[in-house]
């Protein structure tokens, strides 16, 4: 069955950076987009970007330009998104999530990882 | 970016009722609109896409409605396990942008 299995939650200062990492399993990891979307404390969802695990092209959210990196390890099977100049308004649940669509984005996602939280405090 | 609204914000049913969430598009994404269910401390499900493909293993209770910038999230007949928080989404264009949340709430 499809998985995607996130890191385990981090507590960071503000100015440092984050890795959060998602591995997939039950599925060919190349074959689907992997979208990134994040949700603070109480609060909505928000997407910060796609990338492709085929040639690891991206797009960002124009608010995460600069400070967001997704990249991917096909060797096994995972994602990851960096987030640099942390600040506390970053303090959020982020999720990984497939796209439904194979090899283009829909934007849809059908499966989400269990979603890691990052506390940002100093 | 497309700013995407629902209504109402929260709403309280009883189980068994029929419940129906509203999405509206700042433009038109023609009916490239997606419904997901959260309950806390859960990762977001899933229900519909494309504004009315129901989305595999979804139960048939579970409706999707609209084009252009008017869309429509129907459950028939609502059940215990329903009570959480609705989004839409859209995906016509990057950014994808989310509404700010439906909860439903038991009455």
């Known amino acids: 069955q499809v998985q995607l299995v996130q890191s385990e939650a981090e507590v960071k200062k503000p100015g440092a950076s984050v890795k959060v990492s998602c591995k997939a399993s039950?599925?060919?990891?190349?074959?689907?987009?992997i979208h990134w979307v994040r949700q603070a404390p109480g609060q909505g969802l928000e997407w910060m970007g796609i990338m492709n695990p085929i040639d690891s092209s991206t797009t960002y959210a124009q608010k995460f330009q600069g400070r967001v990196t997704m990249t991917r390890d096909t060797s096994t099977s995972t994602g990851y998104m960096e987030l640099s100049s942390l600040r506390s308004e970053d303090t959020a649940v982020y999720f990984c999530?497939?796209?439904?669509?194979?090899?283009?984005?829909?934007?849809?996602?059908?499966?989400w990882g269990q979603g890691t939280l990052v506390t940002v405090s100093s | 970016d497309i700013q995407m609204t629902q209504s109402p914000s929260s709403l309280s049913a009883s189980v068994g009722d029929r419940v129906s969430i509203t999405c509206r598009a700042s433009q038109s994404i023609s009916r490239y609109l997606s419904w997901y269910q959260q309950i806390p401390g859960k990762a977001p499900k899933l229900l519909i896409y494309?504004?009315?493909s129901l989305q595999s293993g979804v139960p048939s209770r579970f409706s999707g409605s609209g084009s252009g910038t008017d869309f429509t999230l129907t459950i028939s007949s609502l059940q215990p396990g329903d009570f959480a928080t609705y989004y839409c989404?859209?995906?016509?264009?990057?950014?994808?942008?989310f509404g700010p949340g439906t909860k439903v709430g038991i009455k």
């Open positions: 494309r504004a009315s």
């Open positions: 989404q859209q995906n016509y264009i990057t950014p994808v942008t």
């Open positions: 999530a497939r796209d439904i669509e194979y090899s283009t984005s829909s934007g849809s996602c059908d499966y």
């Open positions: 039950g599925y060919t990891f190349t074959r689907n987009y």
